[in-house]
């Protein structure tokens, strides 16, 4: 029997959040979109909510929460604010390989940290001329004895200039290409980490988003996670786990816009009776109802499979790709609704709808979702 409810757990953790992401994301959102500071105050509050290590295990001192119930509590966190939930979000990413592939010796030295006190983890995959095309990753960690030396450079990594723990992506075997790469756990206090200048974004502007630089960096061999050479299989397994949450970020965001636009529908007088009366804009309603709907369906279903232990890489696919499509279309349709209005800063719109975009380009972007979601439906051609 398909029951589509949650349980009594779920909604207690899905209030939590909006009770959150209303009285502390919200209120605070448009002063953390200018840039000027970090938002340190309400992520000490997301650290002691558990927003932060909801995905370690219980054993390990953290949440232990589900994908299901991550998807629930991320939806709430980026209708509060994008920007803060992709810190939360990011934190969360870099954390998963050492889950997924690390032994119970790592997890409990690596995680330690983060369930005593705040802390973020960064996610150190992409470079310059490292994209989508992960295979075509430079950084090179080479063994010297009982350490790995780390030279190269990543950019646009999320949480990289006030993370304690990075998780690199680098080849160990430069002669064996996408099969020589590797992941290693970095500290933040290892010397020969560069910090460069923090990105100007369009949206997402309460989050930190640097280049970095490695010089030298000297890291135990003990911190490799999995083996030598098993880095892009590290990095693929824990994409499929995280990007039903990026769906359900774009949920959250394209709820918000349509909660701003009916609010706004419903006041606004023209031709003598509200804009909501008028049947294009009832229809724009309508339409941007059933894909929020649709989404979340989509992004419930991955991660339910998930939890399940069932396949899902086309399902979390989906969920991610249709989640962050629906909300660039749902923030630019409800902008529309509110006119010229809608283009100013004295309204949520315009954040929103730059908010949107970066979800339809991090954690692969959707064209290689696309991309994914093809080859399982076509399967081999013989």
Same mark, same amino acid.
């Given at each position: 029997?398909?029951?589509?409810?949650?349980?009594?757990?779920?909604?207690?953790?899905?209030?939590?959040?909006?009770?959150?992401?209303?009285?502390?994301?919200?209120?605070?959102?448009?002063?953390?979109? $200018?840039?000027?500071?970090?938002?340190?105050? !309400?992520?000490? %509050?997301? =650290?002691? +909510?558990?927003? *932060? /290590?909801?995905?370690?295990?219980?054993?390990?001192?953290?949440?232990?929460?589900?994908?299901?119930?991550?998807?629930?509590?991320?939806?709430?966190?980026?209708?509060?604010?994008?920007?803060?939930?992709?810190?939360?979000?990011?934190?969360?990413?870099?954390?998963?390989?050492?889950?997924?592939?690390?032994?119970?010796?790592? $997890?409990?030295?690596?995680?330690?940290?983060? !369930?005593?006190? %705040?802390? =973020?983890? +960064?996610?150190? *995959? /992409?470079?310059?001329?490292?994209?989508?095309?992960?295979?075509?990753?430079?950084?090179?960690?080479?063994?010297?004895?009982?350490?790995?030396?780390?030279?190269?450079?990543?950019?646009?990594?999320?949480?990289?200039?006030?993370?304690?723990?990075?998780?690199?992506?680098?080849?160990?075997?430069?002669?064996?290409?996408?099969?020589?790469?590797?992941?290693?756990?970095?500290?933040?206090?290892?010397?020969?980490?560069?910090?460069?200048?923090?990105?100007?974004?369009?949206?997402?502007?309460?989050?930190?988003?640097?280049?970095?630089?490695?010089?030298?960096?000297?890291?135990?061999?003990?911190?490799?996670?999995?083996?030598?050479?098993?880095?892009?299989?590290?990095?693929?397994?824990?994409?499929?786990?995280?990007?039903?949450?990026?769906?359900?970020?774009?949920?959250?965001?394209?709820?918000?816009?349509?909660?701003?636009?009916?609010?706004?529908?419903?006041?606004?007088?023209?031709?003598?009776?509200?804009?909501?009366?008028?049947?294009?804009?009832?229809?724009?309603?309508?339409?941007?109802?059933?894909?929020?709907?649709?989404?979340?369906?989509?992004?419930?279903?991955?991660?339910?499979?998930?939890?399940?232990?069932?396949?899902?890489?086309?399902?979390?696919?989906?969920?991610?790709?249709?989640?962050?499509?629906?909300?660039?279309?749902?923030?630019?349709?409800?902008?529309?609704?509110?006119?010229?209005?809608?283009?100013?800063?004295?309204?949520?719109?315009?954040?929103?709808?730059?908010?949107?975009?970066?979800?339809?380009?991090?954690?692969?972007?959707?064209?290689?979702?696309?991309?994914?979601?093809?080859?399982?439906?076509?399967?081999?051609?013989?």
């Amino acid at each position: 029997m398909i029951d589509f409810s949650l349980n009594d757990e779920q909604k207690a953790l899905q209030e939590m959040a909006r009770e959150f992401a209303l009285k502390e994301m919200r209120p605070n959102a448009a002063r953390y979109d $200018k840039g000027d500071a970090a938002p340190d105050e !309400v992520m000490r %509050k997301a =650290f002691e +909510a558990g927003f *932060l /290590t909801c995905n370690i295990p219980a054993e390990y001192g953290g949440g232990g929460l589900g994908n299901l119930d991550t998807a629930i509590i991320s939806e709430e966190l980026a209708w509060g604010c994008a920007g803060m939930f992709t810190s939360m979000m990011a934190c969360s990413l870099a954390l998963t390989p050492i889950l997924l592939f690390g032994t119970d010796e790592q $997890k409990k030295k690596f995680f330690a940290p983060f !369930v005593r006190e %705040k802390n =973020f983890a +960064a996610f150190c *995959l /992409t470079e310059r001329e490292a994209g989508s095309d992960a295979g075509a990753t430079k950084t090179r960690a080479l063994r010297e004895g009982d350490h790995y030396v780390i030279n190269g450079s990543k950019c646009f990594i999320t949480n990289g200039g006030i993370s304690s723990l990075y998780v690199v992506f680098a080849l160990t075997d430069p002669d064996k290409g996408i099969r020589g790469v590797s992941a290693i756990v970095v500290p933040r206090d290892s010397p020969g980490i560069v910090i460069g200048k923090e990105e100007d974004k369009l949206g997402h502007r309460a989050s930190n988003t640097v280049e970095m630089t490695f010089e030298d960096v000297r890291v135990p061999a003990g911190n490799l996670l999995a083996k030598e050479g098993m880095g892009f299989i590290v990095a693929m397994k824990t994409l499929d786990k995280t990007r039903a949450s990026v769906g359900a970020a774009g949920v959250g965001i394209a709820r918000a816009a349509l909660e701003h636009a009916v609010e706004y529908a419903k006041t606004r007088i023209q031709f003598g009776k509200p804009i909501a009366l008028l049947q294009n804009t009832a229809f724009q309603v309508a339409q941007m109802a059933m894909e929020v709907n649709a989404a979340r369906h989509l992004v419930w279903h991955a991660a339910w499979l998930m939890d399940q232990g069932k396949p899902c890489g086309k399902e979390s696919a989906m969920a991610k790709c249709f989640g962050s499509d629906v909300a660039m279309k749902t923030t630019v349709e409800a902008l529309q609704i509110f006119g010229g209005y809608g283009y100013m800063k004295d309204y949520p719109m315009e954040k929103l709808m730059r908010d949107a975009k970066l979800l339809q380009i991090y954690e692969g972007t959707n064209e290689i979702q696309r991309l994914v979601i093809s080859r399982e439906v076509i399967g081999p051609i013989k």
